[in-house]
């Protein structure tokens, strides 16, 4: 067994905080934005101080590999992303950044012998903070989603400019043929923080990734009628506000009878016209369902499209907006994880990941898999995400022993 090195990851995590640094605990570090290229010109830097070679594709994904011992073997990569969200962790992606390099350092300090090449590996754009969506580059990347589509992205904070100009403006935009791929790449490992509070709660300090969530997304919507607020006598009124606020209660009262594992949010919501003076004529409002059973995102549906038709004198209406399937993880891998974390001597569990990953698109090309670390009270997206360099530091320890497993028994 093979063990990382907490100094050395305690100092990475002390100088990529500093990329970004928003002056309160966290960074806000978007993709392709200057302090993101601080981040990448560290790793550039590192990386090479090991000898490791240093290869970029058309959506700037950034590669460091060091050389195997055998010749014509595919890569085994570990991967995330060094962009946050606005006022987010030092956390969130760049740990599974930063354990890739500790793993490719304690590989080259210790002379570790593996037969594959192994790269280090940074995604571009996975928050979508700045340029919409989430996980952009890795949706381009496994043909989820659209490139001229994804380049068209407007930034969110100035719409005259788009995600290709970023592109373009970028040192690290690099050729399409440097992409991940099948024909190169073996397998995928990701080092994430869990983002939740279920290891810190159960005292274990890795998660053992077995899937990402099932999930589907629905709008619900009531339409009454738009009214003067000072003329119209409640008992003539036809608020849509109102029908919604009744069907919210109505909802959860209804996905509180499935399994508690059930998770389910209401985080947007529409009114129209949104004035004070007027009877809302039109809410929309959105509700999220995850769960690992398929047949339990089905119970939701089936609750869902089982509202009443009307409420509080409004129609109701449902549309699906999007939903996906649960993604599980290559039990190969996912039991190297287990191995790794067990022979180790380090307290883990499986768990699933109720977030999406980039390691979830992947997982379409190439046997993939997730080692989670715990997260300070459960807080994640916000300035006070916490990982202990102790914690972040056996995460690396499971994910390297991982990838030697991987690199000895795969080909
Ligand atoms: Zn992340």
């Known amino acids: 067994m093979f063990e990382c090195d907490e100094k050395r990851m305690k100092d990475k995590i002390d100088t990529f905080s500093k990329f970004g640094d928003a002056g309160h605990g966290g960074i806000t570090r978007y993709s392709l934005s200057p302090e993101a290229h601080q981040a990448r010109d560290e790793f550039a830097k590192r990386m090479k101080a090991i000898g490791a070679t240093i290869e970029t594709d058309d959506m700037a994904n950034m590669y460091a590999t060091l050389p195997g011992t055998e010749s014509g073997l595919k890569r085994i990569v570990m991967a995330s992303h060094c962009d946050s969200v606005k006022n987010g962790g030092n956390y969130d992606g760049i740990l599974g950044v930063m354990g890739a390099m500790e793993v490719l350092e304690t590989i080259a300090a210790s002379k570790i012998p593996h037969r594959h090449p192994i790269t280090a590996m940074i995604w571009t754009n996975e928050e979508g903070s700045l340029y919409p ?138 009114c129209h016209p949104c004035v004070h003076t007027v009877i809302p004529d039109e809410v929309d409002f959105s509700i999220d369902a995850r769960h690992e059973k398929p047949e339990v995102v089905a119970q939701v549906v089936d609750i869902l499209k089982g509202i009443p038709k009307e409420i509080a004198k409004c129609r109701t209406e449902t549309a699906l907006a999007w939903e996906r399937d649960t993604v599980y993880f290559d039990k190969n891998l996912v039991s190297y994880v287990k191995e790794s974390a067990d022979e180790l001597g380090i307290s883990n569990q499986y768990i699933n990941s109720g977030a999406g990953h980039d390691a979830q698109f992947v997982s379409y090309l190439m046997p993939t898999t997730m080692i989670f670390v715990p997260s300070k009270d459960g807080h994640s997206h916000c300035e006070i995400e916490y990982t202990s360099p102790k914690q972040c530091t056996a995460g690396a320890s499971v994910m390297l022993n991982a990838v030697l497993k991987a690199d000895s028994r795969m080909n």
């Open 133 to 270: 969506p989430a996980m952009m580059s890795s949706g381009v990347v496994t043909g989820k989603f659209d490139k001229a589509k994804m380049l068209a992205s407007k930034s969110v904070l100035d719409p005259s400019q788009t995600f290709a100009m970023a592109l373009d403006a970028s040192p690290y935009k690099g050729s399409e043929k440097n992409r991940l791929s099948p024909k190169d790449y073996l397998a995928m490992f990701e080092l994430h923080i869990e983002q939740g509070p279920i290891l810190e709660a159960a005292k274990k300090d890795i998660g053992v990734v077995t899937c990402v969530l099932g999930m589907c997304n629905y709008r619900v919507r009531t339409y009454g009628q738009a009214d003067h607020a000072g003329t119209t006598p409640m008992s003539y009124r036809k608020d849509a506000l109102f029908a919604s606020a009744q069907l919210l209660i109505h909802l959860h009262e209804q996905l509180d009878k499935l399994p508690k594992d059930l998770v389910y949010t209401t985080g947007e919501i529409k």
